[in-house]
């Protein structure tokens, strides 16, 4: 078959416990204006057992059509009956894009389902655009950083089909949500007969947080190190709660067991974008910048006036940072009254 | 019981990053080390055989100097050590390098396969589940604990808000969390044996099952359009008040982008 006869830009459209993911609908954002762009259709596949319903919610998000395929071996995420699920849809439907979020699961069904339909797969992208390469027009430009942040490289895939990719979560652009707009449903059915390859589930252990995703929050007290102690972090939760915004950390700050790991910001941890981003006593690893930089706006303190958070904050305050929070946490509480 | 386990020599990152013309990663230029992911694999394996008996395989594939971290992971404790390289084989995005990985395991028996999750230089954690999908195998990625049940293992297997236990029938492919372990050094001994010991090569000829086109830069389907350094956001401005001077001064700043 020839490559131009693989049609459409096709998202993954990951659900646990049957909500659909943010990355979902972030895609589809994504996959909208690259299908604008060859002049073709989005489509987003959603696996799962009872997951029909949620169909609407992708529709009222941008996609043209949802394939759905629907059995009661894919009730919770497995590598082999997912792989099963999405590379037989990929041969059934030949899409010219196959995006995936580049989550926990995303990285794992990813390039199962690459090496089975035999392609190539562009990891944890942060850009993506229809471009020329060799010549070649209409091909998908994937970017990602890599070397721990150090660089960013532009990688197609000329000529295998589809063209796939894993997005890093929180970096595209969700579209505004459209009531009652409608995609086209297609329910797929293929055959699942457990063999060697699917695992059996003996146990799910969930993680209780009783705190906001920060990859929604739209103001992050950020803490690193340099605030000394967990029992510093009070402080840094009023000042997010003086705010309305929620507290975030560096890795440094998880690996000495101050802060979960949810909470996490950076290359191995999440990747944020608030509208503002205050980071306190964080020296700024690449690892961190990496995972914060397109904040809005950055406000950095820190004691140490060489500290690389100063390199990409729009504000950086030269100080100590127990002595100034503190204080600025009263001086917003006192014009919030 | 016989585990493989694949290990990447990678170039440390905090010594700076050289790019060769063709925009492909020039390794030669910079300072060497065993992958922190494929380190706590080992790790994993060797406990593993303290625990239950295991003769443990590292596999590396690379440039002839890679065999500095076979002789690394030798002193640590693995019984045998086998180096992938070819002239042919450079230059391989994850798919032609997960081909050949599964073409030179194919000579192995194994009932185990340890992979980091991922390596630091290109962080895509693709070529375990790649090897596992070629080898026609299960994969349990992202483990966090491993452990052995007759003729499977039961891992922990971490998501973002949960992780499942996981049993699979070995033989099975698992990636490695670095948070798995803290890895034992080398021993004096150790060291000793492992300057001695006889490293196996494997050249194009000993892949078994892969087709030339699927090999090196040429069977790498993705392809790099540009690589270059990253690109940051220039500094703004920088400040150095009494403490209520810089709250004034965060204040209009945020009364200025119209935040409070």
Redesign the interface.
């Known amino acids: 078959m020839a490559l131009e006869d693989y049609k459409g830009v096709f998202i993954y459209a990951q659900q646990v416990d049957n909500k659909i993911d943010n990355i979902a609908y972030e895609l589809i954002g994504k996959g909208r204006e690259l299908a604008d762009a060859l002049s073709t259709d989005v489509t987003a596949v959603l696996v799962g057992s009872g997951v029909k319903e949620l169909a609407d919610s992708l529709g009222e998000y941008g996609a043209d059509k949802v394939i759905v395929v629907d059995d009661p071996q894919l009730k919770e995420y497995r590598t082999e009956p997912y792989t099963h699920a999405l590379a037989s849809v990929i041969n059934e439907f030949k899409p010219e894009i196959m995006l995936v979020g580049a989550t926990a699961i995303g990285r794992d069904l990813g390039p199962r389902v690459s090496a089975r339909v035999a392609t190539g797969l562009t990891a944890d992208c942060t850009f993506l655009e229809i471009g020329e390469f060799r010549e070649k027009p209409n091909q998908l430009l994937m970017t990602r950083p890599a070397f721990g942040g150090n660089t960013i490289a532009t990688i197609a895939c000329p000529d295998n089909r589809p063209q796939m990719a894993t997005v890093r979560p929180g970096v595209m652009q969700k579209l505004e949500r459209v009531p009652g707009r409608k995609a086209e449903v297609i329910e797929y059915k293929t055959e699942f007969i457990p063999d060697h390859k699917y695992v059996e589930i003996l146990d799910i252990v969930k993680s209780v947080s009783e705190t906001v995703d920060i990859m929604d929050a739209k103001i992050l007290v950020s803490g690193g190190r340099g605030m000394g102690s967990p029992e510093n972090f009070g402080m840094l939760e009023e000042l997010a709660e003086a705010l309305g915004g929620q507290v975030s950390c560096s890795r440094a700050v998880v690996d000495a067991g101050w802060k979960p790991k949810a909470l996490q910001v950076g290359q191995t941890g999440k990747t944020v974008r608030p509208n503002l981003y205050i980071a306190c006593g964080i020296s700024g690893a690449i690892q961190h910048l990496a995972g914060m930089e397109e904040s809005d706006v950055i406000i950095a303190i820190n004691k140490d006036e060489t500290a690389p958070i100063f390199d990409v904050a729009d504000y950086g305050i030269v100080g100590d940072v127990k002595v100034i929070v503190p204080k600025l946490t009263e001086a917003i509480k006192s014009i919030a009254k | 019981m016989k585990i493989v386990v694949c290990i990447k020599q990678v ?1 440390d ?1 905090k010594g ?2 050289k ?1 060769k013309p063709d ?1 492909t ?1 020039d390794r030669g230029a910079m300072l060497s080390i065993m992958n922190p992911d494929d380190k706590a694999g080992l790790e994993a394996a060797l406990r593993l055989k303290d625990q239950y008996g295991a003769e443990v395989t590292v596999l590396s594939m690379g440039l002839p100097k890679a065999e500095d971290v076979l002789r690394e992971a030798l002193a640590m404790g693995a019984d045998k050590a086998i180096l992938v390289t070819d002239r042919v084989l450079g230059g391989a ?3 032609a390098t ?1 081909t050949t990985i599964a073409g030179a395991i194919r000579n192995l028996e194994y009932d185990l396969i340890i992979t980091g999750r991922q390596a ?11 090897i ?3 080898l ?7 483990a966090q604990d491993i452990k052995i049940d007759g003729d499977s293992v ?1 891992v922990e297997r ?12 070995m033989p099975c492919l698992i990636t490695a969390l670095s948070e798995l372990n803290t890895p034992r050094y080398m021993t004096p001994g150790g060291i000793f044996d492992a300057y001695e010991a006889e490293i196996t090569q494997y050249g194009r000829a000993d892949l078994v099952d892969v087709d030339d086109s699927n090999l090196g830069l040429n069977g ?25 001077a ?6 209009d ?2 009364s200025e ?1 119209h ?2």
């Open positions: 170039p990152t700076g990053v790019f925009g990663l995005d994850t798919w997960s630091i230089d290109g962080d895509t954690a693709q070529v375990g589940p790649q596992s999908e070629h026609n195998i299960p994969v349990i990625s992202y039961i971490q998501f973002d808000d949960r992780y499942h236990v996981l049993k699979a029938k790498s389907p993705t392809k790099i359009a540009k690589a270059s350094d990253k690109v940051r956001k220039g500094a703004g401005e920088k400040v150095s008040l009494d403490p209520e810089s709250v004034k001064y965060i204040m700043k945020l982008k935040i409070i």
